[in-house]
Every structure is written in structure tokens, then in C-alpha cells.
């Protein structure tokens, strides 16, 4: 009869920084959510960005969707008397 390795949970076991394990692999490797939005973006932009790696090119679109998702904040407190769509929307 062979004995069987009892199976530990990583996501509890707490790292530097108070970090599981399953979000500092998350960090390392990446997702692949993460590489189908690299892959459609050098589909996109085609040979204008080949000389970006993988991990500068996820910087960028990072950076892109910051700004704007903060532009779209500042158009919608325009619009709805200071407030996001989503703000407005958690008040009903």
C-alpha cells in the first residue's frame, strides 16, 4: 500500500510581504488572459512595436489603461455632477 503526500494549500502559506504563494507566482508568471492581450496588441500594431519585449509591452498597455480609465472617471464626473458611473450606480 503506498503512502499518499497529504496535499498542502498553498494559497495560505504566507511569504514576504504578507504574500500567498498563488499571488507571488501570479506576479512571476504571466496569466493567460495576460498573454492573449500581448498577442493581440503586437497583432494591432504589427512591426511598430517588435522591438518591445513581452514585458515592456505590458507595461505600456498597463500605463494605456490607466490613463484611460482615468479619463473616463473625469468625463463622467463632468457629466454626473462630480460623481463616476459607478459611484452613481452604487447610490441606488
Excluded: H
Aim: hydrophobic fraction near 35%.
Amino acid at each position: 500500500m503506498a503512502c499518499q503526500q497529504p496535499q498542502i494549500n498553498t494559497n495560505l502559506i504566507p511569504i514576504k510581504g504578507g504574500m500567498s504563494i498563488e499571488s507571488a507566482l501570479q506576479n512571476i508568471f504571466i496569466s493567460n488572459q495576460e498573454e492573449n492581450r500581448i498577442q493581440k496588441a503586437r497583432k494591432i500594431m504589427g512591426v511598430k512595436i517588435d522591438s518591445l519585449t513581452d514585458e515592456e509591452l505590458a507595461i505600456y498597455l498597463t500605463e494605456f489603461q490607466y490613463l484611460i480609465d482615468t479619463w473616463m472617471d473625469e468625463y463622467e464626473k463632468k457629466l454626473l455632477n462630480g460623481k463616476t458611473l459607478r459611484e452613481t450606480l452604487n447610490e441606488n
